[in-house]
Nanobody
Framework: QVQLVESGGGLVQAGGSLRLSCAASGRDFSNYDMGWFRQAPEKEREFVAAISWTTKNTYYTDSVKGRFTMSRDNGKNTVYLQMNSLKPEDTAVYYC???????????????????WGQGTQVTVSS
């Protein structure tokens, strides 16, 4: 059974940091494109960051550039999202996702991803 399990969410004050982890099991995700998305209450799920297996590049939405860093440890079948200088508008449920690199569509599109975690809540207080 393929599973992606996020952890590391919580409550933090504005300006603080959190590190999210996404552990994969049931399949080797080391050669998959991996992404982070988030969904705030009453808003659509939005792209946050992604790592392309093909290009080895990392992509970020503009609002988190310079504050968030995505990385992967293939030996542990785990991806991370280091979030610094957090703002109240970063409050959301954060989801990890994975998909084969041959999947159709932009790496920034949620519909491209085949596998999703259950999400972890991040709350940033002002």
């Amino acid at each position: 059974q393929v599973q992606l399990v996020e952890s590391g969410g919580g409550l933090v004050q504005a300006g603080g940091s959190l590190r999210l982890s996404c552990a994969a099991s049931g399949r080797d995700f080391s050669n998959y494109d991996m992404g982070w998305f988030r969904q705030a209450p009453e808003k659509e799920r939005e792209f946050v960051a992604a790592i392309s297996w093909t290009t080895k590049n990392t992509y970020y939405t503009d609002s988190v550039k310079g504050r968030f860093t995505m990385s992967r440890d293939n030996g542990k079948n785990t991806v991370y999202l280091q979030m610094n200088s957090l703002k109240p508008e970063d409050t959301a449920v954060y989801y990890c996702a994975g998909t084969p690199p041959v999947s159709a569509g932009s790496i920034r599109q949620a519909g491209r991803y085949s596998y999703w975690g259950q999400g972890t809540q991040v709350t940033v207080s002002s």
